[in-house]
């Protein structure tokens, strides 16, 4: 990545967007997610480099919504590193028969998104983060489902991130770790959103790959 103009762009669903800020008031930008944990800590320890952090994280976004707004949130913003969490909400409509779920497009529309990335920024680095849910709130009723869909989008996740050189941040199991020690729902509230401490969970996850990784920001 260049290390003079480094722009680090987080897309994803609410899990990403964290109720952030749709104006340029800094306190408020990057939201209240995983997103300004890893832009707090990266920007504190890299401050001569002044790295330039942006969420775009969209509250319901499944992978499809992404790749309709790709060229707005994600190309034309010409990042040098684009970390991408989606899936749950895919997930969600298909295990309760949504009209939105009628078929599943993950695959398809993220390979969509990936391919055009890599057209039309070769030189991005991408990092895809394994969607996750715990048996707790909305998911415990249909919770089989859940997992069988789950368990399919994270092989799918993994088989792109080989497919497209991307580095891939595994999370499931880091949150079921956590849940054995102390109830799902201190970690996702509802089985599907994060809490404060879920959050952190991920964000350690993330520095623990990445910045082991090829793409590590430095």
């Known amino acids: 990545m260049n290390r003079q103009s480094r722009t680090i762009l987080f897309q994803g669903d609410s899990i990403t967007d964290g109720s952030r800020g749709r104006n340029e008031d800094p306190n408020h930008i990057l939201g209240h997610s995983y997103v300004f944990i890893l832009a707090g800590k990266l920007g504190y320890e890299l401050a001569g480099e002044r790295p330039h952090f942006i969420n ?13 707004r790709w060229n707005e949130d994600a190309i034309s913003l010409k990042p040098d590193l684009i970390s991408m969490l989606i899936g749950v909400n895919d997930v969600w409509r298909i ?29 991005s680095g991408l990092v895809i983060c394994e969607p996750f849910a715990l048996k707790t709130g909305c998911t415990v009723e249909k919770w089989e489902l859940w997992q069988k869909q789950l368990d399919e989008y994270s092989g799918i996740s993994r088989r792109l991130s080989e497919e497209f050189n991307a580095v891939f941040v595994p999370l499931q199991a880091a949150f079921d770790k956590a849940a054995s020690g102390t109830e799902a729902a201190y970690w996702l509230w509802d089985g599907v959103h994060p809490t404060a401490a879920g959050h952190e969970l991920i964000a350690r996850e993330w520095l623990s790959v990445v910045q082991n990784s ?5």
Do not use: C, M, Q, W
Request: glycine residues 8%; proline residues 6%; neutral net charge.
């Open 214 to 218: 090829p793409l590590a920001i430095r």
């Open 95 to 123: 295990v309760e028969g949504l009209p939105s779920g009628a078929t599943d497009r993950f695959e398809r529309a993220y390979r969509h998104l990936l391919e055009e990335t890599k057209e039309v920024l070769p030189h």
């Open 56 to 68: 775009r994280g969209i509250s319901g976004n499944r992978v499809s919504d992404l790749y309709a």
